[in-house]
Nanobody, 120 residues
Framework: QVQLVESGGDLVQPGGSLRLSCAAS????????MGWYRQAPGKERELVAV??????NYADSVKGRFTIPRDNAKNMVDLQMNSLKPEDTGVYYC???????????????WGQGTQVTVSS
């Protein structure tokens, strides 16, 4: 079984920084994409940033403020969030698109989510 486990969610003041971490474990042959989505109250889940094939796609709303350091050897990805705004509040989900075996089909996997609240 494959698991993605996030950690690091917290309450932080506007303008502050926070770092989330995600570790993938279980039967994994290859992680072809890995990153973060978020869901604000009353809104749909949206992409924050995803790394795939050596490039990273960031949502316009987080460009220049967020980065996603990735450790492929450890199957881990972080989300470094700087200059946080109240509109960054939401549940943050780790995402991975991976293969469990060499010639297996890719599947999407999600973590359980971690709450980030930006408020004074």
């Amino acid at each position: 079984q494959v698991q993605l486990v996030e950690s690091g969610g917290d309450l932080v003041q506007p303008g502050g920084s926070l770092r989330l971490s995600c570790a993938a474990s279980g039967r994994i042959f290859s992680i072809n994409a890995m990153g973060w989505y978020r869901q604000a109250p009353g809104k749909e889940r949206e992409l924050v940033a995803v790394s795939s094939g050596g490039s990273t796609n960031y949502a316009d709303s987080v460009k220049g403020r967020f980065t996603i350091p990735r450790d492929n050897a450890k199957n881990m990805v972080d989300l470094q969030m700087n200059s946080l705004k109240p509109e960054d509040t939401g549940v943050y989900y780790c995402y991975g698109r991976l293969q469990k075996y060499r010639y297996a089909v890719e599947y999407d996997y999600w973590g359980q989510g971690t709450q980030v609240t930006v408020s004074s």
